[in-house]
DNA sequence: ACGCGTGTTACTGT
DNA sequence: GACAGTAACACGCG
């Protein structure tokens, strides 16, 4: 559910509400898509003190210094800070502190899901130094439909559907284009825009919902908005499927093909 | 009331 | 086999 932007500002609120914080005990209550037995859950955190929590890609990872936690929130994860245990509907799993805190994660799919130790995949962090315009012009070698390559977490690790459709409208790039027929030029702002719209939108989130630890903010999204019917800079919004999600864009993008 | 929405995996097609 | 595209997962929200 949550986009890069909103789990790097959930990565802060939860370093701060945690941090330093010990382990009481991991309570699992579906466990049907978890990535490691329950057993080695427990036995990898319990007892241990919260170093800080951060993001990588579209996970939360909570760092216990030789133990680190990965948890990936999937389309319909949440996470509540709960008291005691009144349990919430859709439980995965509560991590419990010793400040009598817990977390709670839950997911009426049952995606959400929990790993030990998680290895980063291939792509690099879209927020990360690695997404160079190098990289970004290798990567584009590639027959793909470029909004489909955006959002290939093996490509580029974080870019979501909407913030896909955010940064190619400000790229002036029409998401059907063709990945290997868009000019070097364009591709280079590409790789700018990129962090520009992702960093834009933490700092956005942050200043409008400085506590945020669940749900999205999305209000404030220029073109994938079913409430706005036109670009900042006038340009009605159309609206398509691509990969089989909803995608919004304007005639301002230049198609290549 | 009912259609829409979000990411990944496993599958199908080229 | 490599690379691209797509259905399904199953419920809450407006």
Redesign the pocket.
């Known amino acids: 559910?949550p986009?890069l932007p909103d789990l790097e500002v959930f990565s802060a609120n939860l370093s701060k509400l945690f941090k330093g914080k010990k382990v009481t005990s991991v309570k699992v209550i579906n466990g049907k898509n978890l990535k490691d037995p329950v057993a080695k859950l427990k036995k990898g955190v319990e007892g241990k003190t919260l170093e800080q929590v951060y993001r990588s890609?579209?996970e939360l990872r909570f760092d216990f210094g030789d133990a680190t936690l990965g948890l990936?929130l999937?389309?319909?994860g949440n996470l509540y800070v709960v008291s005691k245990s009144k349990e919430q509907?859709?439980t995965i799993a509560e991590l419990h502190f010793n400040n009598d805190k817990g977390l709670a994660v839950t997911d009426?799919?049952?995606?959400a899901n929990i790993r030990l130790n998680p290895e980063d995949k291939k792509g690099v962090d879209a927020l990360s130094k690695e997404l160079t315009v190098k990289y970004l012009a290798e990567v584009m070698q590639?027959?793909?439909?470029v909004k489909?390559l955006l959002?290939n977490?093996d490509i580029i690790r974080g870019i979501?559907?909407?913030y896909a459709d955010e940064i190619l409208w400000k790229a002036g790039i029409s998401p059907l284009s063709v990945s290997n027929k868009i000019p070097a030029a364009k591709v280079r702002n590409l790789a700018k825009v990129i962090k520009q719209v992702l960093k834009d939108a933490v700092k956005h989130i942050k200043k409008t919902n400085p506590g945020l630890v669940t749900g999205e903010v999305?209000d404030f999204l220029s073109i994938?908005n079913?409430k706005k019917k036109t670009s900042p800079t006038g340009g009605e919004i159309k609206s398509g499927s691509i990969?089989?999600?909803?995608t919004y864009y304007t005639e301002e993008q230049q198609l290549y093909h």
């Open positions: 559910m986009e890609g579209k990936h999937m389309l319909h509907k859709h009426w799919q049952g995606k590639s027959k793909a439909i489909n959002m977490q979501g559907n909407a999305r994938h079913s990969g089989g999600r909803k």
